[in-house]
């Protein structure tokens, strides 16, 4: 499982070395792709004269606040000019990609958010709506074993869908977590543009579960969320999860084989 | 102050005279986290806040 970030993807492609890793892996590898593009979304949603709200967490997380407008942009950017450009460059490489949303075949279920809290101007708490925002609560496996086998990548986008049918914004790198969980992958990789987990300024090579989430509070809030998502990911029965930068040579190859990046396991 | 009661613990909870619908509010004695639903003069109504975790999308 490789899920890649939205500051790799912007400028309309995979990196190069992911790429051509990508392809010498998928001879004897099954891999999925999951992609961000959150970046993209902010910028072709401000080109359509919607701007985008931010709120904060009372833990300090900013997230994008998804109204149905922002969702329907968000949709048409993430399912469409993100994952089509991947899909178009992965098999420009002679890979069989197949772009899918987490929404297609109910891939990803997800349970709408009722509320969310924030901080307000006065940095008080405030309950507010939830949007179109999810939390995965389902993965149907099955429908990636079928592409799996009849030999495609998949390359999902994070959208998930409600029982009612509504389409959600949900975290990407969450995504890749229940997805690799669902599929007991045996190991999911983040593409990120930094080393991996830095703390007092070095880049840590390991770190167990047990080490990861006592470590947590020093962690920054973007590194955060990736390190509870490969948490999530390591309970769910992931084997190896790799944080690692994704704009090297062979990024992927070296998290295989513990060469680069942060390397958490259960 | 402006004054609510808990509704799980019946505790009197002092707000702050600004309050605002949707604000959050702890209560002192249980410990629930409340979310005000209704601000009117010196009573303010509070409910159980329902959130689930942080995951907020993209």
């Not at chain 1, 190991?187 to 080490?211: A, M, N, W």
């Amino acid at each position: 499982m490789v899920k890649v970030g939205g500051r790799l993807v912007r400028e309309g492609g995979i990196p190069e070395g992911i790429l051509s890793d990508l392809e010498a892996l998928s001879k004897d590898w099954s891999i999925i792709f999951v992609h961000g593009g959150a970046d993209l979304v902010t910028e072709v949603a401000q080109r359509m004269g919607k701007e985008q709200k931010f709120i904060v967490s009372p833990d300090g997380m900013r997230s994008r606040y998804t109204d149905r407008e922002t969702m329907e942009i968000y949709t048409m950017v993430m399912a469409g000019k993100v994952n089509k450009q991947l899909v178009a460059s992965l098999q420009a490489r002679g890979i069989k990609a197949l772009g899918l949303s987490g929404a297609d075949g109910m891939l990803l279920k997800a349970e709408r958010k009722k509320k969310l809290v924030v901080l307000d101007d006065r940095g008080r708490r405030i309950a507010i709506d939830g949007g179109y925002t999810g939390k995965i609560k389902e993965v149907d496996s099955g429908l990636i074993r079928s592409l799996l086998e009849a030999g495609y990548l998949p390359v999902v986008a994070p959208i998930a869908i409600d029982d009612e049918y509504n389409l959600l914004n949900v975290d990407s790198d969450r995504a890749a977590a229940y997805l690799a969980g669902a599929l007991k992958a045996s190991l999911l990789v983040y593409c990120t543009d930094v080393e991996g987990v830095i703390l007092d300024g070095k880049l840590v090579e390991r770190l167990s579960s047990f080490e990861a989430e006592e470590e947590l509070p020093r962690i920054g809030h973007g590194m955060k969320r990736k390190v509870y998502a490969a948490l999530e990911a390591l309970s769910m029965g992931v084997r190896e999860v790799v944080i690692t930068y994704g704009l090297g040579e062979k990024p992927v190859t070296s998290a295989l084989h513990h060469e680069a990046g942060t390397l958490i396991t259960p | 102050m402006k004054k609510a009661s808990c509704p799980e613990c019946g505790a009197e909870i002092e707000v702050l005279d600004d309050v605002i619908v949707g604000e959050i509010v702890s209560c002192p004695d249980c410990g629930l986290e409340l979310e005000v639903v209704e601000v009117e003069g010196e009573r303010v109504k509070v409910k159980v806040l329902q959130v689930s975790g942080e995951d907020w999308g993209e």
